[in-house]
């Protein structure tokens, strides 16, 4: 954590691939956990549908940064 | 010395391909100037206009004249004129001087969005020429900047929105090298100057939030140290300022502010508009979206890229009740910049990869680029201007009628995109949310204001108008904010009760409606206390004059009797309305009720129809009465 917050320090690519995997894992948990939660709310709407895509791009995009290491983001 | 044919050919076909890019520069700089007039055209068509053009901006200019007067916009609904602002107040503020020199007008507000919106494309030219180091690319993407639909739309109105996208750009154009300046005192100045101008497109509208959010992350991607240093440093200010405002108006600001924006989201309309605003500006979101990714993974993330993705993320708020295609004016700001820098960069053959396992992949590719730089830049000055001219194309919008347009859309084939309604050729089709607007207003528009204008100044009470601009022209109260109404109603944080009483008590001398957006049992009461007496048409909008009825007593019986005709003998009431207005008044009543018309009775001196519902058929008859009129209703008809 000092590490992060020294005055030098700056993202890498893979952090922020972690970070954007993380993210987007996240996001389609949060969709699929709003279809269980409120089952009747007629169906799996657009908003989730929405959010299912972007968070399989957000973990797609995070996953391929991931070999790119220690470059900077 | 005879010239080699190969090198002869390949020279004229050089000559040839730099006089095809002179020809697609020229007509790609004259098509987004083109654009550029119209623009300007219809600027001035709306500053010289003094009525709302567009839905609420007349409330606006209310906020202005409250601050010029030392008072807050951020006030209590219940109590009359039931009026408060959702805006936040620097748009607002900054035009005050105005109010003082020039009373309350139109024409500075729509002055300053413009004003603001040719910053806005300058800030992007700038960022462009800094970035991309070209002298024709910056100038076409602030043009096209300019040229979108969207930034025609709301760019000339006396709406804050373009003043948020400015301040926005603007300082997502001052920040986005502060985390390689070494110097550390002028870096401190520029972070200082780039949040000021954060804060001020925050305090102009609440969208700005994006934009936060795309900075922040910027500086923690740079350095989390920094970003959260100066992360804490803005929220205290925003903060402060946010707490001594909600302090100062007695925690109106945020039932006003924020509650109030919690509307119904439609996501069929975010849809619908995000289609529409890809089919309009594709080439200009391909390139920047390409940027993006290139940044992502063969360079490191410039703000502007952060910024593209936040704002474009942001542009699904685009479906609320209320939103509209305003709503991704900040991504095309966004994207112009992005897509300049890609095409800039294309044309000066500088694109550069950082080594990774990514591009050693690729390292063929690389070679093969690196070998054909000049054919490649040689094919980019044909190729770039003509995405520019693509996009020129896709963005058409005309105004129909006038002395030069007129007939330069005859002769471009273009017809009016609404018919009759008014004269403007839109290539962006309608989808839900998209303001139908665009047109020049005529002086018959301006003429039906004045005329509504008079219907005011007919009456000494105030009047309740939907829209403010009449009520200021009378010298009267503006009395109600509709949709800052019907938000805080939706939201359980407005009692009508107040309003209803006073318009069942004939406070107001006439009600406008034009998109009758108040809470439903407002409309109810005017419904109820009210009769539609006049249409008005200006701007291609009906604007409904509601005169008042007859006097509580007189409509209470007649509701009563309505209700159950059967129940009771005739009813007779002698009506403080002439004729005319008493049978629209009548007509009115029974059609609220459901009461269908059947046909004309015979009674002679007076007017007399038969009505039915339900089997039941009534008689409803108007004779002249001194003073007034003498309705009669009667279950004898048949």
Same mark, same amino acid.
């Given at each position: 954590?000092?590490?992060?917050?020294?005055?030098?320090?700056?993202?890498?690519?893979?952090?922020?691939?972690?970070?954007?995997?993380?993210?987007?894992?996240?996001?389609?948990?949060?969709?699929?956990?709003?279809?269980?939660?409120?089952?009747?709310?007629?169906?799996?709407?657009?908003?989730?549908?929405?959010?299912?895509?972007?968070?399989?791009?957000?973990?797609?995009?995070?996953?391929?940064?991931?070999?790119?290491?220690?470059?900077?983001? | 010395?005879?010239?080699?044919?190969?090198?002869?050919?390949?020279?004229?076909?050089?000559?040839?391909?730099?006089?095809?890019?002179?020809?697609?520069?020229?007509?790609? *700089?004259?098509?987004? &100037?083109?654009?550029?007039?119209?623009?300007?055209?219809?600027?001035?068509?709306?500053?010289?206009?003094?009525?709302?053009?567009?839905?609420?901006?007349?409330?606006?200019?209310?906020?202005?004249?409250?601050?010029?007067?030392?008072?807050?916009?951020?006030?209590?609904?219940?109590?009359?004129?039931?009026?408060?602002?959702?805006?936040?107040?620097?748009?607002?503020?900054?035009?005050?001087?105005?109010?003082?020199?020039?009373?309350?007008?139109?024409?500075?507000?729509?002055?300053?969005?413009?004003?603001?919106?040719?910053?806005?494309?300058? &800030?992007?030219?700038?960022?462009?020429?800094?970035?991309?180091?070209?002298?024709? %690319?910056?100038?076409?993407?602030?043009?096209?900047?300019?040229?979108?639909?969207?930034?025609?739309?709301?760019?000339?109105?006396?709406?804050?929105?373009?003043?948020?996208?400015?301040?926005?750009?603007?300082?997502?154009?001052?920040?986005?090298?502060?985390?390689?300046?070494?110097?550390?005192?002028?870096?401190?100045?520029?972070?200082?100057?780039?949040?000021?101008?954060?804060?001020? &497109?925050?305090?102009?509208?609440?969208?700005?939030?994006?934009?936060?959010?795309?900075?922040?992350?910027?500086?923690?991607?740079?350095?989390?140290?920094?970003?959260?240093?100066?992360?804490?440093?803005?929220?205290? %200010?925003?903060?402060?300022?946010?707490?001594?405002?909600?302090?100062?108006?007695?925690?109106?600001?945020?039932?006003?502010?924020?509650?109030?924006?919690?509307?119904?989201?439609?996501?069929?309309?975010?849809?619908?508009?995000?289609?529409?605003?890809?089919?309009?500006?594709?080439?200009?979101?391909?390139?920047?979206?390409?940027?993006?990714?290139?940044?992502?993974?063969?360079?490191?993330?410039?703000?502007?890229?952060?910024?593209?993705?936040?704002?474009?993320?942001?542009?699904?708020?685009?479906?609320?009740?209320?939103?509209?295609?305003?709503?991704?004016?900040?991504?095309?700001?966004?994207?112009?910049?992005?897509?300049?820098?890609?095409?800039?960069?294309? *044309?000066?053959?500088?694109?550069?990869?950082?080594?990774?396992?990514?591009?050693?992949?690729?390292?063929?590719?690389?070679?093969?680029?690196?070998?054909?730089?000049?054919?490649?830049?040689?094919?980019?000055?044909?190729?770039?201007?003509?995405?520019?001219?693509?996009?020129?194309?896709?963005?058409?919008?005309?105004?129909?009628?006038?002395?030069?347009?007129?007939?330069?859309?005859?002769?471009?084939?273009?017809?009016?995109?609404?018919?009759?309604?008014?004269?403007?050729?839109?290539?962006?089709?309608? %989808?839900?949310?998209?303001?139908?607007?665009?047109?020049?207003?005529?002086?018959?528009?301006?003429?039906?204001?004045?005329?509504?204008?008079?219907?005011?100044?007919?009456?000494?009470?105030?009047?309740?108008?939907?829209?403010?601009?009449?009520?200021?022209?009378?010298?009267?109260?503006?009395?109600?904010?509709?949709?800052?109404?019907?938000?805080?109603?939706?939201?359980?944080?407005?009692?009508?009760?107040?309003?209803?009483?006073?318009?069942? &008590?004939?406070?107001?001398?006439?009600?406008?409606?034009?998109?009758?957006?108040?809470?439903?049992?407002?409309?109810?009461?005017?419904?109820?206390?009210?009769?539609?007496?006049?249409?008005?048409?200006?701007?291609?909008?009906?604007?409904?004059?509601?005169?008042?009825?007859?006097?509580?007593?007189?409509?209470?019986?007649?509701?009563?009797?309505?209700?159950?005709?059967?129940?009771?003998?005739?009813?007779?009431?002698? *009506?403080?309305?002439?004729?005319?207005?008493?049978?629209?008044?009548?007509?009115?009543?029974?059609?609220?009720?459901?009461?269908?018309?059947?046909?004309?009775?015979?009674?002679?001196?007076?007017?007399?129809?038969?009505?039915?519902?339900?089997?039941?058929?009534?008689?409803?008859?108007?004779?002249?009465?001194?003073?007034?009129?003498?309705?009669?209703?009667?279950?004898?008809?048949?």
């Amino acid at each position: 954590m000092r590490r992060i917050f020294s005055p030098d320090f700056t993202l890498t690519k893979r952090q922020l691939g972690f970070i954007l995997s993380a993210s987007g894992v996240l996001l389609i948990v949060i969709m699929l956990a709003a279809e269980l939660l409120d089952a009747q709310s007629g169906g799996f709407g657009m908003v989730q549908q929405l959010g299912v895509v972007v968070g399989v791009l957000s973990l797609v995009a995070g996953l391929a940064l991931l070999p790119l290491g220690s470059q900077p983001a | 010395m005879v010239p080699q044919p190969a090198l002869s050919t390949q020279a004229a076909r050089l000559d040839l391909g730099a006089w095809i890019s002179r020809i697609l520069w020229a007509l790609a *700089l004259l098509l987004l &100037a083109a654009h550029l007039i119209v623009y300007v055209v219809y600027a001035i068509g709306l500053m010289r206009f003094p009525f709302d053009y567009d839905q609420g901006e007349g409330f606006e200019l209310v906020d202005t004249i409250l601050f010029s007067q030392g008072e807050w916009p951020y006030r209590d609904n219940e109590v009359y004129p039931f009026y408060a602002s959702n805006y936040p107040p620097l748009f607002h503020v900054i035009l005050v001087p105005f109010v003082w020199v020039f009373g309350p007008a139109y024409w500075y507000g729509r002055l300053a969005g413009f004003l603001g919106t040719l910053i806005t494309a300058t &800030a992007i030219g700038w960022a462009v020429q800094r970035e991309g180091r070209h002298r024709a %690319v910056p100038i076409l993407a602030g043009l096209a900047f300019l040229a979108s639909n969207y930034v025609y739309h709301v760019g000339p109105l006396f709406r804050q929105h373009m003043t948020m996208v400015m301040f926005e750009t603007l300082s997502v154009v001052v920040l986005a090298h502060v985390t390689t300046i070494t110097d550390t005192r002028r870096r401190r100045r520029t972070m200082i100057i780039g949040l000021a101008l954060l804060l001020a &497109a925050g305090y102009t509208k609440q969208l700005a939030v994006a934009t936060v959010i795309a900075v922040f992350l910027f500086l923690f991607v740079r350095n989390p140290r920094r970003s959260v240093i100066w992360g804490v440093g803005f929220a205290a %200010v925003a903060g402060g300022l946010f707490l001594w405002i909600n302090w100062a108006t007695g925690g109106e600001w945020w039932a006003n502010i924020i509650a109030a924006n919690v509307n119904t989201y439609f996501p069929s309309q975010f849809v619908g508009l995000f289609r529409q605003w890809v089919s309009l500006h594709h080439v200009l979101i391909a390139l920047s979206a390409l940027f993006v990714a290139y940044e992502l993974y063969f360079a490191r993330l410039s703000l502007y890229s952060i910024w593209w993705v936040a704002a474009v993320a942001n542009t699904a708020l685009s479906g609320k009740w209320g939103a509209g295609d305003s709503y991704f004016a900040t991504a095309i700001a966004a994207s112009c910049i992005l897509s300049g820098i890609f095409l800039a960069r294309t *044309l000066r053959g500088a694109w550069t990869f950082t080594p990774t396992p990514i591009t050693r992949r690729f390292a063929a590719v690389q070679r093969w680029g690196a070998a054909h730089t000049p054919q490649i830049v040689a094919g980019a000055g044909v190729l770039v201007p003509a995405i520019y001219l693509v996009y020129g194309l896709s963005v058409i919008h005309l105004p129909t009628e006038g002395a030069i347009f007129g007939p330069l859309a005859d002769r471009l084939g273009l017809e009016s995109s609404y018919g009759e309604r008014y004269a403007f050729y839109d290539a962006a089709g309608w %989808v839900e949310g998209y303001a139908t607007i665009g047109h020049i207003p005529t002086q018959q528009d301006i003429d039906a204001g004045w005329e509504i204008v008079d219907r005011l100044r007919a009456d000494p009470r105030p009047a309740m108008s939907e829209e403010a601009a009449f009520s200021l022209h009378a010298d009267k109260d503006v009395v109600t904010n509709p949709t800052q109404l019907k938000n805080l109603y939706e939201n359980d944080l407005f009692d009508p009760a107040n309003l209803i009483a006073a318009i069942r &008590a004939h406070d107001f001398s006439v009600i406008v409606f034009r998109a009758q957006f108040y809470p439903p049992p407002v409309l109810d009461a005017v419904y109820e206390a009210y009769y539609p007496d006049e249409v008005i048409e200006m701007n291609g909008f009906n604007y409904e004059i509601w005169q008042p009825g007859p006097d509580r007593a007189v409509r209470d019986a007649a509701a009563a009797w309505l209700a159950d005709p059967a129940a009771g003998e005739a009813l007779t009431h002698t *009506l403080d309305l002439p004729g005319e207005q008493a049978q629209r008044w009548l007509a009115h009543l029974l059609a609220r009720h459901g009461w269908e018309r059947v046909g004309p009775l015979n009674q002679p001196g007076c007017t007399a129809d038969a009505y039915q519902q339900a089997q039941i058929t009534i008689r409803a008859a108007l004779c002249p009465s001194d003073p007034g009129t003498a309705l009669t209703l009667a279950q004898d008809a048949g």
